[in-house]
C-alpha cells in the first residue's frame, strides 16, 4: 500500500501543473482529488505551490530599462545553453 502511495506521489509531482491548470481529463484530476483527500505529503505540496502562485501574482510590477532587459535575456539564454550542453554531454 505504501508503495502504491509513493507511486502516485511520484506521479502527482509530475502532473501538479496540469491539475493546478485544470488541463487533465475530469477522470484524472478526480483521481488526483481522492489521493489529496488522504496524502498528506502531497496536499502540502498543492498548498505551497498554490500560495506562491497567488504570492506572485500579488507582486507589483516594475518597469524595466531596455538594457537592463537586454542583460536578464543574455542571462538567461547563456545558463540555458550551459546547462543543455552539460546535459547533452552526460548522456
Given at each position: 500500500?505504501?508503495?502504491?502511495?509513493?507511486?502516485?506521489?511520484n506521479q502527482f509531482s509530475n502532473e501538479i501543473w496540469l491539475y493546478?491548470?485544470?488541463?487533465?481529463?475530469?477522470?484524472r484530476i478526480?483521481?488526483?482529488n481522492e489521493h489529496?483527500?488522504?496524502c498528506s505529503k502531497?496536499?502540502?505540496?498543492?498548498?505551497t505551490l498554490k500560495d506562491t502562485?497567488?504570492?506572485?501574482?500579488?507582486?507589483?510590477?516594475?518597469?524595466i530599462d531596455n538594457e537592463t532587459y537586454k542583460k536578464m535575456i543574455t542571462a538567461a539564454t547563456k545558463t540555458f545553453s550551459s546547462n543543455y550542453k552539460n546535459?547533452?554531454?552526460?548522456?
Open positions: 500500500m505504501k508503495t502504491n502511495i509513493s507511486n502516485n506521489c493546478i491548470d485544470g488541463e487533465l481529463s475530469t477522470d478526480n483521481q488526483w489529496v483527500s488522504i502531497c496536499i502540502s505540496k498543492l498548498k502562485i497567488i504570492l506572485y501574482e500579488n507582486l507589483p510590477l516594475e518597469d546535459e547533452k554531454g552526460s548522456q
